[in-house]
């Protein structure tokens, strides 16, 4: 087992109760040990430092479930100055899906640290399904978490562009102006889906699309420009 081990903090509002805990992500559960119902596992969110938890009567059945090498998403209270392990989710081998799984997850966490590596891992990952919990995450309270939210949104690309065009009228600055940075380093895969955003858009929403797809060098067509070069029947 590790001599020292990081220290964990959860956060939670002024005066919450801690009872409810956090959730732990690893790739690797380095040691199990059902006889002293503790266990020691590698932290991604931490670089990869390993950190040993006891283990909750109720959750030791599924503890003889976890073998080395397993990855696991653990649910941690702290209590009486201890970590405690209440239960266990152990993620199947595809890489992807069950990884993005654990990341949507604690997307929504407590802790600002599993969001802010959830956040950034939903990128590489390029899963669909992160767009709008990434795109809910530009209005999260920590500013990593929504640095995180804001690069991983870049990252998907085409997927994302949907989601954001309501995001050029909103009455906060700070969303406004990211969901345009972030459309303009979409860049290319982005022109279409906004050029069609712009029919249904009600003119304050036209006028931003305009705004941005003019920033990206693209000048839609008026619809006069479109009729003059439809071909005539005869």
């Not at 802790?111 to 990952?125: D, F, M, P, S, T």
């Not at 003119?203 to 003019?214: G, P």
């Amino acid at each position: 087992m590790a001599d020292e081990a990081p220290k964990l903090i959860q956060i939670v509002p002024k005066g919450g109760d801690k009872k409810d805990g956090f959730n732990l992500v690893t790739e690797r559960v380095v040691a199990v040990n059902p006889e002293s119902r503790q266990l020691e596992v590698e932290l991604l969110a931490y670089d990869g430092k390993t950190v040993v938890l006891d283990v909750a009567e109720e959750a030791l059945e599924d503890l003889k479930k976890l073998k080395a090498g397993d990855g696991a998403t653990i649910r941690v209270v702290e209590e009486g100055g201890k970590r405690v392990a209440t239960s266990f989710r152990i993620r199947a081998k595809d890489p992807n899906t069950a990884k993005a799984d654990a990341m949507l997850l604690d997307l929504k966490d407590s802790h600002w640290l599993n969001r802010k590596y959830a956040a950034e891992v939903l990128g590489e990952l390029k899963d669909p399904r992160a767009v709008d919990p990434l795109v809910a995450a530009l209005n999260d309270e920590v500013g990593d978490v929504r640095q995180r939210a804001y690069d991983s949104l870049i990252k998907l690309g085409g997927p994302s562009v949907h989601s954001l065009i309501p995001l050029l009228v909103s009455e906060e600055d700070e969303i406004r102006q990211s969901a345009t940075e972030i459309l303009r380093k979409i860049g290319k895969p982005a022109v279409e889906p906004l050029a069609t955003a712009l029919s249904d858009a009600d003119d304050r929403l036209k006028t931003r699309i305009m705004k941005v797809l003019d920033r990206m060098g693209y000048k839609p067509k008026t619809t006069e420009q479109v009729k003059t070069e439809l071909p005539r029947l005869t």
